[in-house]
């Protein structure tokens, strides 16, 4: 989980010590991001409510083991991103369908999906 909040208070505490260290580029830089964020999960990737609604119906309902995994050797649950637990879930599965990825410079890609 990523502390925005944070981060913005720290580089604010280190502009007041060292204003040199352009921390006002670097807070403007997350600020931006995240207004882009929230922008992008309210517009629900600017889809039309049919649209969506047409995707969710598209999200698998049920885990089909890998060709040559025996099902009762690992055996999944189909859930979903609000029933999973902080840190690692196993035998857990949540299917989804990717709507958007959001850049994010020198990061790995974050997306907005929609789920079961």
């Keep these: 989980m990523e502390k925005y909040k944070e981060a913005v208070s720290d580089y604010l505490a280190a502009h007041q010590i060292d204003p040199t260290l352009n921390a006002n580029k670097c807070v403007d830089n997350i600020r931006s ?3 882009k964020t ?3 999960i309210n517009k629900k990737a600017n889809l039309k409510q049919a649209k969506i609604s047409e995707i969710a119906k598209s999200v ?3 885990f089909i083991p890998i060709k040559g995994e025996k099902p009762e050797e ?3 649950t189909v859930t979903n ?3 999973l637990a902080s840190g690692k879930n196993i035998g857990f599965v949540t299917p989804c369908k ?3 990825s959001i ?3 020198m990061s790995v890609p974050l ?3 929609i789920t079961i």
Excluded: N, R
Aim: proline fraction near 12%.
């Design 33 to 35: 991001f995240v207004i």
């Design 38 to 40: 929230a922008s992008q």
């Design 60 to 62: 698998p309902t049920s």
């Design 74 to 76: 690992k055996p999944l």
């Design 81 to 83: 991103f609000e029933s």
């Design 98 to 100: 990717v709507l958007t």
């Design 103 to 105: 850049d994010k410079p």
């Design 111 to 113: 997306y907005f999906s």
